[in-house]
């Protein structure tokens, strides 16, 4: 099988070097920023199926993931989700 345009997309100058100046300033550090909240902590869902939901942090699961209970039809649903999902409220 034979892939048309098989070549790297293109993209605007200055794209790659803020991206790398994003990421040297710790803006894609989710784990960081995550890790300065505490259990109990009120949380937004950012993306994903839950968007917009307010929760409660419960637990760090890693450092990548999190437990955070949310109201869901009018009950606490115990959540584990990405910690790139969240938001500090």
């Known amino acids: 099988m034979r892939v048309r ?3 790297p997309a293109r993209v605007p100058d200055g794209t790659v070097d803020a991206i790398r100046e ?6 894609f550090d989710y784990s960081r920023q995550i890790a300065q909240l505490k ?3 009120r949380v937004k869902v ?17 450092h990548e993931r999190v437990r955070v209970l949310l109201e869901i039809l009018g009950r606490h649903a115990p959540t584990e989700l990405a910690v790139s ?3 500090a409220v």
């Open 5 to 7: 345009n098989a070549y």
């Open 22 to 27: 994003a990421e040297e300033a710790g803006q």
């Open 39 to 41: 259990p109990g902590d």
């Open 46 to 62: 950012a993306s994903g199926p839950f968007a917009d939901l307010i929760g409660h942090l419960q637990s760090h699961v890693s």
């Open 85 to 87: 999902q969240l938001e």
